[in-house]
C-alpha cells in the first residue's frame, strides 16, 4: 500500500495474511539530470576508461551506459545486434557469451 504521509499513515493489514505488524519501505526516488549534466558526465575523462573499441563486448557495454546516460532504453534491435556481436566475438575467442 502506497502511503503518502508518514507521520499519519492509515491503519493498514497485509493484504495476505492480514497481520497489522507490518514493516515500512521506503521507495525509490528518480532524481532527473538536466541534459547539460548529463552531457558534461559523459565528458569526463573516466567515461571512456575501458573502452576497446576493437572489443564488442566493450562497446556494448559502452553504448548502454551512453544510452542510460541520455534517459533512453536501446530498442529490442539494438539490443538483439549487441547481444549478437558479443556472442560472434566470444565464439571467435572461445569464451562463454556475456548474455548467456
Known amino acids: 500500500m ?22 515500512r519501505l521506503i521507495s525509490r526516488v528518480a532524481t532527473p539530470k538536466s541534459e547539460e549534466s ?4 559523459l565528458a569526463e575523462p573516466d567515461a571512456l576508461s575501458g573502452l576497446d573499441e576493437n ?13 542510460g546516460e541520455m534517459g533512453e532504453d536501446l530498442d529490442d534491435e539494438m539490443q538483439s545486434e549487441l547481444e549478437s556481436a558479443t556472442e560472434e566475438s566470444a565464439t571467435a575467442e572461445g569464451t562463454d557469451p556475456p548474455f548467456a
Do not use: N, Y
Open 55 to 67: 572489443d564488442p563486448k566493450s562497446m556494448a557495454r559502452w553504448m548502454k551506459k551512453m544510452a
Open 2 to 23: 502506497f502511503v503518502r504521509s508518514i507521520s499519519h499513515p492509515p491503519a493498514v493489514r497485509c493484504g495476505f495474511c492480514q497481520h497489522e505488524r507490518l514493516t
Open 38 to 41: 548529463r552531457l558534461d558526465s
